[in-house]
């Protein structure tokens, strides 16, 4: 196995030397900068990244912190932070935690030990407390995704869950329905409680009262999504459309609706939130709010690098989503 001594002797440098030229550090003549690369490349030589973390406490990695591997919209987070590391040049490290703060605070930990350069975190429960507590423990660029803090030394990338729930309610509303199902995602998160919200201030603002009648809770997924429809379908509560607080939990719906016969949109209207892939494959086609998750990866790990050179300040940013019209919706029949 080569080492940097061969390297040493190879160019006629001191370890030193040859040190400032792999690590870009220092000056050193271009003479001799080629003299050390030409030996570097004769002798196929690779450095330690482990001694030269040691050393510089830079791995050239982004570490990521997901909630969850399930779901096309993750795939869709992972894949574009894949390709944002690699387009800055470093290695994702990605590590779950299990929707748990504790498992989080502990993958955070563990990336803090494989001396990340930053960190990403996508986090529905970590209190605001404990991520303050961590960012002065590890001295590593945290950026959370998907959470607003009161606090703003706090990096954050977040999206406006409850105006995207008003937006799609709003729309329904506007297309004369009036008895308008929600099916919410869990109400122990963030995203579940503001879409919710989102969801009650557009019924409020048409003058529509809240029924809790017409809400049952799923946890994003096809069965919750299916399960929650049919329970919906069992009360003696009337509603012309649903609002499913995610598309996985459409497409459940769905399933819910055409095993009791009830066609979609001619007798049901139904639409989601994320514009995940599936949304567009479902039948019929989704309505649906889109969610640039992809747009707001990048922008975290953006964020992440430049807060790790000293490039920029922290800094929190709101992203917003759009209605993508497709073939879920139809007016109400019932008169207004």
Request: hydrophobic share 40%; with cysteine; proline share 5%.
């Amino acid at each position: 196995m080569t080492t940097i001594a061969d390297v040493c002797k190879a160019a006629g440098v001191s370890k030193a030397t040859v040190s400032r030229v792999l690590n870009n550090t220092g000056q050193v003549s271009d003479a001799t900068r080629q003299k050390v690369i030409s030996a570097v490349n004769a002798l196929d030589y690779r450095p330690s990244s482990v001694a030269r973390a040691l050393i510089t406490r830079k791995t050239n990695t982004v570490g990521l912190v997901v909630p969850e591997f399930e779901g096309a919209y993750y795939g869709s987070l992972l894949k574009q932070a894949a390709s944002s590391s690699e387009h800055y040049e470093k290695q994702l490290i990605v590590t779950d935690g299990h929707n748990d703060p504790v498992m989080e605070k502990e993958s955070i930990l563990l990336l803090s030990d494989r001396c990340c350069d930053a960190i990403i975190l996508y986090s529905r429960h970590m209190p605001e407390k404990m991520l303050t507590e961590l960012t002065h423990r590890i001295q590593i660029p945290i950026v959370t995704i998907n959470r607003q803090f009161s606090n703003p030394a706090l990096p954050c990338i977040t999206f406006d869950q409850a105006g995207a729930a008003y937006m799609i309610t709003s729309y329904l509303l506007q297309m004369g329905h009036r008895q308008i199902a929600c099916i919410t995602g869990e109400l122990k998160t963030h995203t579940g409680i503001a879409r919710l919200q989102g969801y009650r201030q557009a019924l409020a603002e048409f003058g529509i009262p809240f029924d809790p009648a017409l809400t049952e809770s799923g946890h994003n997924h096809f069965m919750e999504g299916y399960q929650a429809c049919k329970d919906l379908l069992h009360r003696p509560v009337k509603f012309t459309a649903i609002l499913a607080c995610s598309d996985e939990m459409a497409v459940g719906s769905l399933k819910a609706l055409t095993e009791k016969g009830i066609g979609v949109p001619e007798h049901m209207s139904i639409a989601g939130i994320d514009n995940s892939p599936i949304s567009q494959y479902a039948f019929p086609p989704l309505t649906t709010v889109s969610i640039p998750i992809e747009e707001m990866t990048e922008s975290a790990i953006h964020l992440a690098l430049k807060l790790a050179q000293n490039q920029m300040s922290p800094n929190q940013i709101e992203f917003t989503g759009r209605i993508i019209h497709r073939n879920s919706i139809l007016p109400s029949s019932q008169p207004t």
